[in-house]
């Protein structure tokens, strides 16, 4: 491995791993993905196995690192770090969780490096946990969303309907290259409102219920049961607040419940129906975001 470092020896991990990556980055919306990984590895305390050194990662210009001044003396800079842990479940496979910023930099040769060590330890299985905006309103369940190597698994779980071309992340360009290595892969995204700021709890509640179910794994779910009520109440309270707010959700939950419509219809022979709106009518996400903020702000005032 050209890059990544290694701490202990890999005969630690055990037999028949899941390789489980959340980086926080492009595809991390409301926090989704790494809030479902700091959840895991609350359950299954983590032992380091390894990591990549940050100068051959990140532009610390983009990403500062922190730091600490207690009365004129300087701390240590908290450096960003993508690390290579072990998770071991009560049940189900080891886990090799991957997780940390998002790289700037090398993204070939982390992913050349981490398809390497899952064919060295002989882990055959992928789980890419992720989250990305759309347009839906609060109001209605997070929609779950996969890239898979397995048509089975895009059939149970749901799969984007459209042929896209978008900015790739390195998580995405990962989940690739241990496609193509035979591996494989599962990338689960939670689609949350596209006008949240902040964590969305829901969707690493999401996230991980499929992970769970997926490798057999053990999560309690409850834990996020209190962060979710207290979200959607913050949310609603915006949107009743404000005139302008109340009338995009509508709009998106007029759409939200178009589309189930027409997913109904079509597992029958008839046609679906015509949508009420299309996106394009949809306010964009800046537009709903600044009107939460105001709103809030006045609220806090």
């Known amino acids: 491995m050209e890059l990544l470092r290694l701490d202990r020896p890999l005969d630690v991990i055990g037999d028949d791993p899941a390789l489980v990556i959340a980086l926080d980055g492009w595809t991390d919306a409301g926090e989704g993905g790494t809030v479902a990984a700091d959840a895991l590895r609350d ?92 347009p839906l309103p609060h109001t209605r369940p997070v929609q779950l969303l996969c890239t898979s190597t397995d048509r089975e698994l895009q059939d149970r779980i749901g799969r984007p309907h459209e042929d896209v071309v978008v900015p790739a992340s390195c998580q995405v360009a990962i989940e690739a290259e241990l496609a193509r290595a035979g591996i494989e892969t599962l990338g689960l995204w939670a689609r949350i409102p596209h006008y949240v700021a902040g964590e969305y709890p829901e969707a690493a509640r999401v996230l991980l219920e499929q992970l769970s179910s997926h490798l057999g794994t053990p999560v309690d779910l409850a834990i996020f049961d209190e962060e979710v009520a207290e979200n959607r109440a913050r949310l609603d309270v915006a949107a009743q607040g404000s005139d302008e707010v109340r009338e995009h959700v509508q709009q998106l939950e007029q759409l939200y419940d178009a589309e189930r419509e027409a997913e109904r219809l079509a597992t029958t022979t008839r046609q679906p129906e015509e949508r009420a709106i299309t996106e394009e009518q949809v306010p964009t996400a800046d537009d709903l975001a600044a009107e939460i903020e105001r709103f809030l702000q006045g609220r806090a005032e």
Do not use: H, K
């Open 43 to 134: 359950a299954f305390p983590p032992t380091r196995i390894g990591a990549f050194p940050s100068d051959a990662l990140y532009d610390y210009r983009d990403r500062r690192p922190s730091l600490t001044i207690s009365e004129g003396v300087l701390g240590d800079p908290d450096w960003p770090e993508l690390t290579v842990e072990l998770l071991v479940p009560a049940s189900g496979p080891p886990l090799i969780l991957v997780g940390g910023p998002e790289p700037d930099l090398s993204w070939r040769t982390v992913a050349a490096d981490l398809v390497e060590l899952a064919v060295t330890v002989g882990a055959g299985r992928y789980v890419g946990l992720g989250s990305v905006p759309g």
